[in-house]
T-cell receptor, first 114, second 114 residues
Framework: AQSVTQLDSQVPVFEEAPVELRCNYSSSVSVYLFWYVQYPNQGLQLLLKYLSGSTLVKGINGFEAEFNKSQTSFHLRKPSVHISDTAEYFCAVSDRGGGFKTIFGAGTRLFVKA | NAGVTQTPKFQVLKTGQSMTLQCAQDMNHEYMSWYRQDPGMGLRLIHYSVGAGITDQGEVPNGYNVSRSTTEDFPLRLLSAAPSQTSVYFC?????????????FGDGTRLSIL
């Protein structure tokens, strides 16, 4: 069975500082990986995805993530955050072998302070 | 395009009442799903559908029913509401349901059961 662990439930950071949100997964098969962002009172929006190819994936709003197969990680990074990045971020994994189910992590709340 | 539309946005029910959460998408997506979001638990899959007339159970299906008579609509029914069903409910859709497809989410229905 697959699982996703987001290692930090909350990450406070000052504006213009770099940030890393950590995600580890476990799976017996190869996976696709996603990061979603949820702003207050809204649904989730796709930030970026790793399907194949380069392990460094760039997404919207200046975010990027790196797939590390040996460490089963998919950490999300941004070199300089803005107040508007305050939101909850979810890491998600789905099975390459087929099926229709995506497993979501518990979420990391990013709080950017002025 | 409206994307994925959920109604109502908020609802308060008494224990034992029934209700239907509506979900409609205008993207001609084959795959639709319902999740519940609870603090610290991320999103958990309730039911999903891979096309009109086809539905299946997710991780937490008990107490909920679904049907899919058209491609556009995927309502979620609470048969006899219980306080444990207090949650935020999200409907999502994707183009084909393949595990490499990102999902498009509605803005959610916030449901309180008294």
């Amino acid at each position: 069975a697959q699982s996703v662990t987001q290692l930090d439930s909350q990450v406070p950071v000052f504006e213009e500082a770099p940030v890393e949100l950590r995600c580890n997964y476990s799976s017996s098969v190869s996976v696709y990986l996603f990061w979603y962002v949820q702003y207050p009172n809204q649904g989730l929006q796709l930030l970026l995805k790793y399907l194949s190819g380069s392990t460094l994936v760039k997404g919207i709003n200046g975010f990027e993530a790196e797939f590390n197969k040996s460490q089963t990680s998919f950490h999300l990074r941004k070199p300089s955050v803005h107040i508007s990045d305050t939101a909850e971020y979810f890491c998600a994994v789905s099975d390459r072998g087929g099926g229709f189910k995506t497993i979501f992590g518990a979420g990391t709340r990013l709080f950017v302070k002025a | 395009n409206a994307g994925v539309t959920q109604t109502p946005k908020f609802q308060v029910l008494k224990t034992g009442q029934s209700m239907t959460l509506q979900c409609a998408q205008d993207m001609n997506h084959e795959y639709m799903s319902w999740y519940r979001q609870d603090p610290g638990m991320g999103l958990r899959l309730i039911h999903y559908s891979v096309g009109a007339g086809i539905t299946d159970q997710g991780e937490v299906p008990n107490g909920y029913n679904v049907s899919r008579s058209t491609t556009e609509d995927f309502p979620l029914r609470l048969l006899s509401a219980a306080p444990s069903q207090t949650s935020v409910y999200f409907c999502a859709s994707s183009q084909s349901g393949g595990s490499n497809q990102p999902q498009h989410f509605g803005d959610g229905t916030r449901l309180s059961i008294l």
